[in-house]
């Protein structure tokens, strides 16, 4: 899809405004027709909070997008050819992101490869070679740039005769994360490729590393997880790949080590059990939305997200939200009002700042 200028430049603004997320932006789109009649539309939809709303400011916009292209870097749109077809797919996919690099990397058989930090030598050497086999099958390897496996991963891939690896961060596209990786980062944008969602400029924060984790997941068609603890954003990576309907493997390790709980709890759970780079092949070969494993599977929802709501009254949704998560479909079953009714009613609390989006289709008042 072609955009113009001005256009583009709207999407951009409209995401980068206050209380904008990737279900309110892609709503706004569909209700308004276009990113600039969105803008317009924005202090209204929002004046049931007690704040005035105000858009994100054009010149911010502007040297946004000039430290991109200072950056070597290029947006992508959700609607663009470019754009990941299995990304697309999943809830809360990102509308734009920032990218430098082989977009047609994307378009591969991808597998994700996450795991711990502070991962023994055997799982990092075990990555590495797992990365390095996959890669010289044409399997594109996806994983976050952090320390420990992510890192071996990337490198894996890269030392093939043809690269196959997509790094994902937390940060904005021209900013290093973790600083000792500036060279692996740059390598992976030149010769791989390189997504960010965050604005350029951003560092990384806590909160934007799941929503980093969303972005490995939905790339690929299967996530192995090579080495974590029991807590770990390796197992938020696993079940955001379970909740959309990917492949899940875990490689096991030792009871004894702590750094190996994790992907015993999630085979455990139904995650695949995986030994050798061929067993990782074979999943993923012809893989078709069926995964094998059924840790996490896909939830079902009553109702369609993409549902046309433009003509609809907001439903009354006072005496059903707190601020405990709940799922869109039981508030679409408890309001009677008809799912178009209650989106509305949600993209209005979520613009003025009222309403969270949690994963797995729930909400929840912001408190």
Do not use: W
Request: glycine residues 10%; proline residues 6%.
């Amino acid at each position: 899809m072609s955009l113009s200028q001005d256009e583009a430049f709207a999407r951009i603004r409209l995401l980068r405004s206050p209380n904008i997320g990737p279900v309110s932006y892609a709503q706004l789109l569909r209700r308004f027709g276009g990113a600039e009649q969105a803008i317009d539309a924005l202090p209204d939809l929002a004046s049931k909070g007690k704040r005035q709303y105000r858009a994100a400011p054009k010149d911010g916009i502007e040297r946004e997008i000039a430290e991109v292209r200072k950056a070597g870097a290029r947006y992508l749109f959700h609607d663009m050819a470019e754009y990941p077809e299995l990304l697309g797919q999943i809830e809360s996919a990102p509308p734009i992101v920032t990218i430098r690099g082989d977009a047609t990397l994307a378009a591969k058989p991808c597998v994700a490869m996450v795991g711990a930090r502070n991962a023994s030598a055997a799982a990092v050497k075990l990555a590495r070679e797992f990365a390095h086999a996959l890669a010289d099958e044409g399997v594109v390897v996806v994983s976050g740039l952090a320390r420990g496996i992510d890192g071996s991963a990337h490198l894996g891939a890269l030392s093939v005769s043809k690269p196959a690896t997509i790094g994902v961060i937390a940060s904005g596209i021209d900013i290093a994360y973790p600083p000792q990786h500036s060279d692996l980062q740059e390598q992976i944008a030149d010769e791989g490729l390189l997504i960010a969602e965050q604005p350029p400029g951003t560092e990384p924060r806590g909160s934007h590393f799941p929503s980093r984790n969303r972005i490995i997941a939905g790339l690929a068609a299967g996530t192995l997880v090579v080495e974590a603890a029991p807590k770990s954003g390796s197992l938020i990576t696993a079940r955001l790949a379970g909740e959309s309907g990917r492949e899940v493997m875990a490689i096991p390790g030792s009871p004894l080590d702590a750094r190996s709980q994790g992907c015993n709890q999630l085979i455990r759970d139904g995650a695949v059990l995986v030994q050798s780079p061929e067993d990782v092949i074979e999943l993923m070969s012809g893989f078709e939305g069926q995964p094998r494993s059924t840790f996490r599977e896909a939830e079902s929802f009553d109702y369609d997200p993409g549902e046309d709501f433009s003509d609809a009254e907001p439903a009354d949704l006072a005496s059903l939200l707190t601020t405990a998560p709940v799922g869109v479909d039981e508030l679409i079953r408890q309001s009677d009002a008809g799912a178009a009714s209650v989106q509305m009613a949600l993209l209005e609390l979520e613009i003025s700042g009222e309403l969270v989006r949690h994963a797995a289709g729930r909400v929840s008042l912001s408190g």
